[in-house]
């Protein structure tokens, strides 16, 4: 899903065990420096907005999506590239509801298995536990 040229959506995946949490990943035609993560969230009516579920543990990923090249924190590290892949985790995604950005609203996908080329390279720790799970 491309909005205004910037933005494309690559896939939505499962986290193996855990049914509440997925993992977004995302081609951004613009700096890792341009890019506000934080503003990655779903609208949910029943909450004020600053308790929206957002994006967290961020994962910049090379142009193939096949080594992760940078972290959460890390974007000016990264300011050399015109390009963000980026994989984040995200808890109750709401599939009948647009993930709202910065480039505005983008339609999320069914989850489906993550590739084994993430599997690899990001492991998901819960937030209630230690515990590496995939």
């Keep these: 899903m491309e909005i205004k040229d910037s933005v494309n959506l690559i896939g939505v995946y499962q986290i193996n065990k855990m049914a509440d949490v997925h993992l977004i990943e ?13 503003s990655f969230t779903q609208k949910n009516d029943e909450l004020s907005e600053d308790e929206w579920q957002t994006a967290y543990d961020e ?29 984040f985790f995200m808890y109750f995604v709401d599939f009948n509801k647009p993930l709202l950005t910065q480039y505005g609203e983008v339609l999320l996908e069914k989850p489906i298995y ?12 819960p937030i209630s536990n230690n515990r590496l799970l995939r």
């Design 59 to 87: 994962h910049y990923l090379n142009k193939d999506g096949e080594e992760v090249i940078g972290r959460f924190g890390d974007q000016h590290s990264l300011s050399k590239f015109n390009f963000t892949r980026i994989a």
């Design 26 to 38: 995302m081609m951004i035609n613009q700096s890792p420096i341009e890019v506000d993560v934080s």
């Design 114 to 125: 993550m590739p084994e080329r993430l599997l690899k390279i990001i492991d998901f720790i």
